[in-house]
């Protein structure tokens, strides 16, 4: 399967504060290529508790790009992709808040959830925070530096894939009854933990 698991970490509460992306590219089952880079956020601010969690500090971004001034090289890892994200709500829609703040249209992409699929993959496990998780499956890594967490995340898809025997996206779908997501420049449809059945109308003849 290929994906690209990614990983935003934030300035603020605010989505549009993204101050940090990993990038974790796997191509038939294989990490081909892994990037970090710091975001200068916009607008520009910073809180104490996001600083703690991250250790990335106003002066170490102060001088890099924003996300808009990156676009035009990260777009590639977005466009036409499936995007792979633990906790998928916050870093799509940290993805999407930016750019709709940048005026930049969204890319067309699908995306899934790590912590909703191993929420069915690992039932027996108390937590499936990144941390807890790639605890249980031997999985290494730095928490919340987004280039290991984006790593870890493509890790933890990798080993879902293996202990279930799936191949491709329609199979993680059909196993776990999972909806995947869906982004177009004018649509966003959310990945859900539980596919949405079809109703059957019964027809009665007259």
Known sequence: ?????????????????????????VENNKIVDRKGILIKPDPFEFN???????GITPDMVYNKPTLAEYWGSLKQYFENKTIIAHNASFDIGA???????????????DYLCTVKLSQKAYPELSSHKL????DALGI??????AYDDAYACAM?????????SLLDLDEVEECFEIE???????THLPCKKNKKKKSIKKIVNA
């Open 140 to 145: 290494s890594f730095h928490h919340h530096q």
């Open 48 to 54: 104490d508790y996001n600083i703690k969690i991250h």
């Open 180 to 186: 995947v997501g869906h982004i177009t420049p004018d």
């Open 156 to 164: 933890a898809m990798l080993r879902i894939l293996e202990d279930y």
């Open 95 to 109: 993805l999407c808040a930016t750019l709709e703040h940048f005026k930049i249209p969204f890319p067309t992409l």
């Open 131 to 134: 941390n807890n998780l790639c």
């Open 1 to 25: 399967m290929d994906f690209v698991a990614i990983d935003f970490e934030a300035a603020t509460s605010n989505y549009t504060s993204v101050c940090s992306l990993g990038l974790c590219v």
